[in-house]
């Protein structure tokens, strides 16, 4: 039974992380954060000093606002104080080690490694990588039945962005399973609130996954590589990057890279399955894929949460966040805020101008959005060309073992290819 917050009081009477953790919610948390939005667009949790941020027009502000910054060392009361590392030194290991990446820290320091990365994700790269994302796509779709019932998770959405993302640091398939092993446990850094268990599981991984690299590293110091490992190689022999900020690095954008993109196509498909009035227009007019994705983006954001920490006190539809205090956007309620989106919670695959904020905004947008959008943009289109037609074959299962990474664990689909 979700937990109900219509009749919960603002000021302190709603049990945020019951809620968020909830199963029902998880399932589908529109209906509770529209109760919440209708509340107000900024709400404070005295429990556990949160900011959580609704509104649209409020996230926006706060991702643009450089007194709002990623670094959770500067979260007063963190895991980066005394207090936590004494009562929970495996949570701060586990946090420290990941700490020391683009998408942690703030100003210069993050300037300096998101610098490093950038050449990757620019449009002429991007071009370069269509004919490999097709490749890869075709593969799959060639060993997807013409005329069946197929899980579509397992055989496109999941493996696509890995097989992606492994070609361009030049990783073997054969490897692609447990990649795939250490991405589930350490995605789950991003729920804030982890077991005991599931920060050793992280841990475990976290070590073997840089002990992998590691290896990588030295094995190829000496190759010149027209790819992303090629450009962590160069900026670790020139010195712009250490050795642990390298590693680290290099871990996020393959368990960022890939679990963004599963969510996003998944989520995509079952969208345009649910809307099939939607679903026609869009195979009539395949023009539409790049509005169509955006607004996968915005109905179902692969994430529910995106963190930031005031560096400053920071003042937001007249509340005043103190510096060292944590934000939370909740990605569901701002991408359908009533108050910026027209039917905000109906699929519009023609939506004009959509101001999603599912990559984040400011400095920290993800910087590999373009890549995530590419690849949806050719998975959506390979996909209605092969298939005539595509139906649900079972209940879609959302995956309930995570409170952030938003997505499909199996999505049954019936598919019957064009005569």
Request: proline fraction near 5%; glycine fraction near 8%.
């Amino acid at each position: 039974m979700s937990k109900d917050i219509s009749s919960t009081d603002v000021s302190g009477g709603i049990d945020w992380w019951s809620v968020l953790s909830d199963r029902d919610f998880l399932a589908n948390p529109y209906p509770q954060l529209r109760r919440l939005q209708e509340k107000g667009p900024v709400h404070f949790d005295p429990a556990s000093g949160i900011y959580f941020i609704l509104g649209h027009r409020a996230f926006a502000r706060v991702s643009k606002s450089s007194s709002m910054g990623r670094d959770t060392r500067n979260w007063l009361g963190g895991w980066n104080s005394d207090d936590y590392r004494a009562h929970d030194p495996v949570g701060y290991k586990l946090f420290s080690e990941f700490q020391p990446q683009m998408i942690n820290c703030d100003g210069e320091e993050h300037r300096r490694m998101r610098k490093v990365y950038e050449p990757a994700f620019r449009a002429q790269a991007m071009s370069r990588m269509a004919p490999l994302i097709e490749e890869q796509a075709a593969r799959l779709l060639a060993a997807m039945p013409d005329d069946g019932e197929v899980d579509f998770i397992e055989a496109f959405a999941a493996p696509l962005p890995l097989r992606v993302l492994c070609e361009l640091f030049d990783i073997p398939e054969s490897l692609d399973e447990t990649i795939s092993r250490w991405s589930a446990s350490l995605i789950r850094i991003g729920d804030i609130l982890m077991t005991p268990d599931q920060k050793l599981e992280a841990q475990a991984a976290l070590a073997e996954f840089k002990d992998f690299l590691r290896e990588q590293i030295r094995t190829r110091a000496n190759r010149h590589e027209d790819n992303l490992m090629g450009l962590a190689l160069h900026a670790y022999k020139d010195g712009t990057l250490d050795e642990e900020e390298t590693l680290t690095n290099l871990v996020s954008m393959l368990v960022a890279g890939h679990e963004t993109t599963v969510t996003l196509i998944g989520n995509g498909l079952l969208l345009l399955l649910r809307n099939p009035a939607e679903l026609a227009r869009l195979r009539t007019e395949p023009a539409l894929t790049r509005t169509a994705v955006e607004e996968f983006l915005r109905m179902e954001p692969g994430g529910n949460m995106i963190l930031r920490v005031a560096r400053e006190d920071f003042e937001v539809e007249g509340m005043t966040i103190p510096r060292g205090a944590p934000v939370i956007g909740l990605i569901g309620a701002i991408n359908r805020d009533p108050a910026r989106f027209e039917r905000a919670d109906e699929l519009d695959v023609a939506r004009p101008a959509n101001a999603q904020f599912t990559f984040g905004g400011g400095a920290h947008v993800c910087i590999g959005a373009p890549l995530a959008r590419l690849e949806a943009q050719i998975a959506f289109s390979r996909l209605l060309e092969k298939y005539a037609h595509i139906d649900l074959a079972g209940t879609p299962e959302w995956r309930l073992d995570r409170m952030n990474a938003r997505g499909l664990g199996h999505l049954p689909i019936h598919v019957r290819k064009a005569a």
